[in-house]
């Protein structure tokens, strides 16, 4: 079996190749650079090409019996996501799994979740095999925090107190990897996300039972993210992200209970949870010198 992966060289596409690889799947990776396709795991092919080009979606499906579809946030994401759906169409690709987000219908006013509306949207239209797969708020996001949370002992991400179910990276890889290889979940479309629901306070207090010191939150102030965030983030994904922790401090980005059994069926195992991801992280950092 052929796999495309998109995203490939990414958080969330690294994570899939390795799943795909462990299953004996043949990977093919696209990068806009080719140099990144060196640092690909043995066996995974690269391909370069970029999304929104027309020479590369008319010729980057040919041969290729699935694809793991991933869209980086951008000011492009949705027309990316369209152009990669419209050349998926042209090659009749026998299936597709498309990494959207958590409740994106209910909060598509948000720039980068309405854009993955459009393309589950497309996609539904376009006559492919599909299974959408929806997730949470990554752990792995709290890499970015690593010097907060190490040097000034401050959890960051102003995710506030309405309850965020966020899920650990590998088991949206393990999904996407059973979804791409069976054809059980065509038309299915999947919650990923966590056992629990986390606050800007919880997490920070797990950080702190992991790290062996005190970790406290830095708040909900999205004035003060907003003008830290512009030193390093361009301000387009600031005002997106912006209005995105807004809606997570006043609503939550909640899982059902529902969720949580279908996500727990489909993967064999209950979700892992952010304890243990945090534990294994600060035993890494502290194995690295940090
Ligand atoms: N972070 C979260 O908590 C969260 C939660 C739910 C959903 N999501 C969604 O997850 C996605 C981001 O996943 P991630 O964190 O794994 O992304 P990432 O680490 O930022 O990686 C982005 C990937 O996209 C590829 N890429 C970017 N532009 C491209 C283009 N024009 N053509 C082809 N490939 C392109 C990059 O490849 P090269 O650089 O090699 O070209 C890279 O592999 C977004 O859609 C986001 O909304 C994130």
Redesign the pocket.
């Known amino acids: 079996m052929n796999v495309l992966v998109?995203?490939?060289?990414?958080?969330?596409?690294s994570q899939v190749v390795g799943e795909l690889v462990g299953r004996g799947v043949n990977v093919r990776v696209?990068?806009?650079?080719p140099a990144?396709a060196k640092g690909l795991p043995p066996g995974v092919t690269g391909v370069a090409?970029?999304?929104?080009e027309p020479t590369?979606v008319r010729t980057v499906f040919d041969g290729v019996d699935a694809v793991f579809l991933?869209?980086?946030?951008?000011m492009?994401?949705a027309h990316?996501g369209l152009m990669a759906v419209a050349g998926m169409r042209l090659a009749r690709v026998k299936r597709v799994v498309y990494?959207?987000?958590?409740h994106a219908d209910s909060f598509a006013w948000l720039p980068?979740f309405g854009s993955?509306i459009g393309v589950e949207e497309a996609l539904r239209k376009s006559g492919l095999p599909f299974t959408i797969l929806r997730?949470?708020?990554?752990y792995q996001?709290d890499y970015w925090y690593k010097d907060a949370l190490l040097q000034a002992g401050v959890y960051p991400q102003p995710i506030g107190d309405g309850g965020t179910s966020r899920v650990d990276v590998r088991d949206i890889a393990e999904a996407a990897a059973i979804a791409l290889t069976s054809s059980s979940h065509e038309g299915e479309s999947y919650d990923l996300v966590g056992s629990e629901l986390h606050t800007g306070v919880s997490t920070a207090a797990a950080w702190s039972r992991a790290l062996g010191r005190p970790v406290t939150y830095a708040g909900d102030d999205l004035d003060a993210w907003e003008q830290q965030s512009l030193t390093y983030m361009p301000a387009w994904m600031v005002f997106d992200f912006r209005l995105m922790y807004a809606t997570f401090q006043k609503q939550g980005l909640k899982g059902s209970p529902e969720a949580i059994a279908r996500e727990t069926a489909l993967l064999g195992h209950a979700p892992r949870p952010f304890d243990a991801f945090a534990a294994e992280t600060a035993a890494a950092w502290r194995a690295s010198g940090a």
């Open positions: 998109t995203g490939g060289t990414g958080t969330v596409g696209l990068t806009r650079d990144k090409g970029n999304l929104l590369t991933l869209n980086a946030v951008s492009t994401e990316e990494l959207s987000v958590h980068h993955k997730p949470n708020n990554f996001n």
